[in-house]
């Protein structure tokens, strides 16, 4: 089945030590997303790419980073986690930009220690 | 302000009971997208519907419905029969060009 994968489920890391999460997709969606959601809350957008061409929203902070090397995989780089930053992390993708539903993976819950 | 509220955070059902669950959105686009998708405890976002702002036409898919009213900008969505698998969070959205917004949830629990 066509879907969106995402490795590990789960992810423990240490307070300042840099941490992957990955994301590949089957769907040959244009666009892919990062979002986090922390508990109780919306996912809130880090950024996305559309093709090759990456968008960081406004308050994304720094230690967030994003890398796409092909249509299928794009992964989230966290360069110094912070207690703040454990939450899920969720990979989404879309046919195109706009209007378009998303479609989600299972997503990384990730803890700092 | 907020693009797309769900007044409801939290709500508890007896199986079998209907439920609603309310969204209102803001746009100020005549073009835009209306969204439901489930979060169950597991974590992943399943894609539920997806309505057009020129279809208000109600949709009924099984044990869910929808009643999109955009004269008062609602996208509301019922479960008749209500069952403890639909225990989950509810997150209604709205896509306006190529932005998405998610609403804050509303978490419903369906109790034996």
């Known amino acids: 089945d066509a879907m969106v994968i995402q490795n590990p489920r789960y992810q423990v890391t240490q307070f300042g030590k840099p941490v992957t999460l990955s994301c590949s997709q089957t769907?040959?969606?244009?666009?892919m997303y990062w979002y986090q959601q922390k508990s109780s809350q919306a996912p809130k957008l880090l950024f996305h790419?559309?093709?090759?061409?990456?968008?960081n929203e406004a308050d994304t902070p720094d230690n967030f980073q994003s890398r796409r090397p092909n249509t299928s995989f794009c992964f989230l780089d966290i360069r110094s986690p912070g207690l703040g930053d454990a939450a899920m992390y969720l990979c989404?993708?879309?046919?195109?930009?706009?209007?378009?539903?998303?479609?989600f993976g299972d997503g990384t819950r990730l803890s700092i220690l | 302000a907020q693009k797309v509220t769900q007044a409801q955070t939290e709500i508890s059902v007896v199986e079998k009971e209907d439920v609603t669950l309310d969204c209102v959105y803001e746009t100020r686009d005549t073009t835009y997208y209306l969204f439901w998708y489930k979060q169950p405890p597991s974590g992943e976002l399943v894609f539920l519907i997806r309505?057009?702002?020129?279809?208000?036409q109600n949709e009924i898919s099984g044990r869910y419905s929808w009643n999109f009213q955009k004269s008062t900008s609602s996208f509301n969505f019922t479960i008749t029969a209500s069952q403890v698998v639909d225990s989950a969070v509810y997150f209604c959205?709205?896509?306006?060009?190529?932005?998405?917004?998610f609403g804050t949830g509303t978490s419903l629990t369906v109790i034996p």
């Open positions: 769907l040959n969606h244009n666009v």
């Open positions: 790419y559309y093709d090759k061409d990456f968008n």
């Open positions: 309505r057009n702002s020129f279809d208000e």
């Open positions: 989404a993708t879309s046919r195109v930009q706009g209007y378009q539903p998303q479609h």
């Open positions: 959205a709205l896509s306006e060009k190529d932005q998405f917004y």
